[in-house]
């Protein structure tokens, strides 16, 4: 007879999780492995937009390369805007980085849109890129911040 085995499943990113842990101060705050998975998602997110941006800024014409790579960015996009939803759940507001890492959600979420739905010419396409690649690192450096300050913190 086989052993029985226990399994964990993460939370889907659209979904709630409760909160049930309770930080320093006592104020509840979500468990640290549903967090975590965010963080990741969001990690990965934030790679594959910023990738995007980089290829079509390395061949220095928005047009020919954006097109192929515009399929990356809307659900990346909509990984990236539903993390941050999901962040603000959170008891980490408190934090510098996690506000830093909202604003830039925030601005890189809206150029993608931009992007996405082709409302630029060629000039301003260059742009948006570059906002997009310019947020999508300095939200990358926000969450490497957030996840040290979450280890210091002991939330």
């Not at 408190?94 to 060629?122: F, N, R, S, W, Y």
């Not at 000039?123 to 300050?149: H, I, P, T």
Request: overall charge neutral; proline content about 5%.
């Amino acid at each position: 007879m086989p052993e029985p085995s226990s399994t964990t499943t993460q939370p889907a990113l659209g979904t709630r999780t409760t909160m049930t842990s309770s930080n320093h101060s006592g104020a509840s705050v979500a468990p640290i492995h549903a967090l975590t998975t965010i963080l990741q998602q969001l990690q990965q997110s934030l790679t594959v937009l910023s990738s995007a941006a980089e290829l079509v800024l390395e061949g220095k014409s928005a047009t020919p390369a954006a097109q192929p790579l515009r399929v990356w960015l809307q659900p990346n996009a909509r990984q990236a805007e539903a993390a941050l939803h999901r962040l603000r759940e959170f008891r980490i507001l408190h934090l510098p980085a996690a506000t830093e890492l909202i604003q830039c959600l925030t601005v890189l979420v809206l150029a993608a849109d931009m992007l996405i739905q082709g409302h630029l010419k060629d000039g301003g396409m260059v742009e948006n890129y570059q906002l997009l690649r310019r947020n999508a690192e300095r939200a990358m450096r926000s969450l490497n911040d957030l996840r040290e300050q979450l280890l210091h913190s002991g939330s």
